[in-house]
């Protein structure tokens, strides 16, 4: 789009670079009110200086300084491109931590009480816009904010959309195509893990920060109250590949994207444990800040939509363990575990032997190696602190919850926000990757990626294609 404006301006001021000298005037004044006119909102101060400049050029040329106009059209035209790319930006949205306490009733125990563990921040939708805090989750497709019209408990407790304080709402089925004449939007229930939403579908004005796009979204009719009531945010941005999403414009990544409001197709997340630091989500590019090492980009595989990526083998420190070849791992900002396939699980605690804990600081580390595109394979690793925990009466447990995902679609494992604290992680929606960095924390001494040792190259594993179930 601003290519496109570019190439017009520059094919207008080549046209007046022409010996016309009569005709100069007027493709100048053409010139800028097409500039006005191309101009969108957030321009427009920029057009305004600029069309003052050219102002300055035409009267330069009425008294035939044009070589002066020249230079004055050439500074115009450098000015107008670095104005483009410069509203390409970034926008880091610091992220607030909570644990919820989430009661939920077990056959047999009784009610057992679950911590869960969320991230989420502020974004804003519609114009004016309204504040939601939601979690960047990027385990679903899409943006889900509770509803005027929505009664249950677990909305009452929360803020609603309003669309009636919208200006330039539009109902859409929630399939992205539009409402026919005469005809009712359609309705869409999506389940998640415990709960369920269903909700209608609008398009309007979604901001996160500066970066703003309109696009597609469901606003709520009826929430369940497990688990949505214990929720302290709103609602649920979805961040995973664009086939997660309702259709393409409901991809919020994908809307941010085509606008060309980020300067790269990225986001990253850094998330701490600590309340000395911010945790944050950055849309458009990543922070060196956060990395305690270098990047190391590895593939999607599989079309899930989900940013999940091929495990070549788990490694006890060094020590590949040929467990679970051709298993993925998704990272997952939605969930608060970690979780794995249960016949791996159940193998890892057979040979780690973890007893009372009182051993955890002798046991391996646990790695999962992962390959780019190019040089050896990574070993993304967790601490024995970081994959156990006691559970009381003396009794150590893997801290990986069971997992069964039949194939194609698995097996898999999730790792949610225990890994993520470990890695800073970057997502590039162009390129399908994701990106793995060691975290950089304060008064941390950081772990080093670990590179696998080189080997004999294992063979090529049996291709998996898949899709994933989403969650809806
Ligand atoms: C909406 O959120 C922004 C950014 O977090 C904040 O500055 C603003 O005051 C909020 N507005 C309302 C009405 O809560
Ligand atoms: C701990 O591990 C045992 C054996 O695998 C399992 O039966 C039990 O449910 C686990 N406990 C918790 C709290 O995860």
Not at 278 to 305: C, R
Not at 372 to 379: E, F, R, Y
């Amino acid at each position: 789009m601003k290519g496109v404006l570019f190439l017009f301006v520059f094919a207008m001021d080549s046209a007046t670079f022409s010996p016309l000298p009569r005709h100069v005037g007027l493709l100048e004044m053409l010139l800028f009110a097409c500039r006005l006119v191309a101009t969108p909102d957030r321009h427009f101060l920029y057009a305004i200086g600029s069309s003052w400049v050219e102002v300055v050029a035409i009267n330069l040329h009425r008294i035939s300084f044009i070589s002066i106009a020249r230079m004055f059209r050439l500074a115009n035209l450098i000015l107008l491109y670095a104005g483009a790319t410069a509203t390409q930006s970034s926008v880091s949205l610091a992220l607030e931590k909570r644990v919820m306490q989430h009661r939920q009733a077990e056959e047999g125990t009784g009610a057992t009480t679950q911590h869960k563990m969320a991230y989420f921040g502020t974004i804003q939708v519609g114009r004016p816009p309204q504040n939601f805090t939601v979690v960047f989750d990027t385990g679903s497709g899409n943006l889900i904010v509770p509803g005027r019209d929505c009664t249950s408990d677990a909305c009452a407790s929360h803020r609603r959309f309003d669309r009636q304080k919208s200006k330039q709402i539009q109902s859409v089925n929630c399939d992205g195509s539009k409402v026919g004449y005469g005809l009712e939007q359609d309705e869409i229930t999506i389940t998640f893990g415990t709960g369920k939403i269903t909700g209608q579908c609008f398009q309007d004005d979604i901001c996160i920060g500066s970066a703003c796009s309109k696009g597609n979204f469901i606003s709520s009719t009826e929430e369940s109250y497990t688990p949505f009531a214990s929720f302290s945010f709103d609602g649920v941005l979805g961040l995973a590949l664009d086939s997660m999403a309702q259709s393409n414009e409901f991809s919020v990544m994908n809307l941010l994207q085509q606008s060309g409001v980020l300067r790269k197709p990225i986001f990253s997340v850094f998330l701490s444990d600590s309340e000395q630091e911010k945790s944050e989500i950055t849309f458009g590019d990543m922070k060196q800040e956060h990395m305690a090492s270098e990047l190391y980009w590895v593939p999607v595989s599989g079309n899930a939509g989900y940013w999940e990526v091929e495990i070549e083998d788990i490694y006890f420190d060094k020590k590949p363990q040929n467990l679970c070849k051709g298993c993925r791992v998704a990272v997952d900002t939605g969930t608060s575990e970690l979780a794995g396939p249960s016949s791996v699980v159940g193998k890892l605690e057979e040979l780690l032997s973890l007893g009372d804990c009182s051993n955890v600081d002798s046991l391996p580390k646990l790695g999962f190696a992962v390959r780019g595109p190019d040089g050896n394979p990574k070993i993304l690793s967790l601490s024995p602190r970081e994959y156990t925990s006691e559970i009381g009466m003396g009794t150590c447990n893997l801290s990986l919850m069971n997992l069964d995902v039949p194939p194609p679609k698995g097996p898999l494992f999730v790792f949610g926000i225990p890994f993520l604290q470990k890695y800073y992680t970057v997502y590039d929606h162009e390129k399908s990757r994701v990106g793995f960095a060691v975290a950089k924390h304060k008064d941390q001494v950081p772990e080093t990626l670990l590179e696998v040792e080189a080997t004999a190259a294992p063979g090529p594993e049996a291709r998996l294609s898949s899709s994933f179930l989403a969650r809806k």
